[in-house]
């Protein structure tokens, strides 16, 4: 058993704890996140060394790396550093398990130019442009957050040419016509 334990304690910050990345947008799930998975290694016999640590981040999932360089430096050292490290991971890594809990709002919060465009496939479906009646409505849902997070972790995929996407979502984009690009594209990705 101590063998075990020898190969575990080796094993994890070797070869596990390198491909586990999570992004937490808030602080309370954010602690919660790395006080459970310590939890859970701990009970498996693992013990953290003291430059070890859980790779959960402060960030926004859907935004890309941005370049804060010197503007969290001088007021919150350690925010800075996690703003470099996790800019580092969505500017190199690649991923092939995407796991996620969408934020629900159709009045979204995350309107930037990067998350509008990023949906604009799905305003295709079999090679033609989506046409609605009511263009406000087609826009109005893919500026939904979940919407957005479910053609984020699409592009994540196809980045590393394959992979597992896994996402809580309510059921409305199987049913919402102007959703229909939405759908074809998952039916696109799913062979």
Same mark, same amino acid.
């Given at each position: ?31 919660? /996140?790395?006080?459970?998975?310590? =939890? ?5 016999? &693992?013990?953290?060394?003291?430059? @070890?640590? #859980? *790779? ?52 979204? /919060?995350?309107?930037?130019?990067? =998350? ?5 496939? &799905?305003?295709?479906?079999?090679? @033609?442009? #989506? *046409? ?60």
């Amino acid at each position: 058993e101590l063998e075990f334990a020898d190969l575990w304690n080796k094993y994890v910050p070797e070869h596990l704890l390198p491909r586990l990345h999570g992004y937490e947008l808030l602080m309370a799930p954010y602690a919660i /996140a790395h006080m459970k998975i310590g =939890l859970k290694l701990y009970e498996t016999g &693992y013990h953290f060394q003291s430059n @070890e640590r #859980v *790779r959960i981040y402060l960030t926004n999932a859907q935004e890309p790396a941005q370049d804060f360089s010197g503007t969290l430096e001088f007021a919150i050292p350690a925010l800075a550093h996690e703003a470099e490290a996790v800019n580092a991971i969505k500017r190199n890594q690649r991923f092939t398990v995407v796991i996620g809990n969408p934020p629900y709002s159709n009045l979204s /919060a995350n309107l930037s130019t990067y =998350l509008r465009q990023i949906v604009a496939p &799905y305003k295709m479906c079999a090679g @033609e442009t #989506v *046409r609605e009646r009511g263009a406000l409505s087609l826009e109005k849902n893919l500026n939904d957050d979940y919407v957005k997070f479910c053609r984020f972790s699409e592009s994540i995929i196809c980045t590393a040419t394959s992979g597992i996407c896994s996402l809580i979502t309510n059921s409305g984009f199987l049913t919402t016509p102007s959703l229909r690009g939405m759908r074809w594209s998952c039916l696109l990705y799913t062979s």
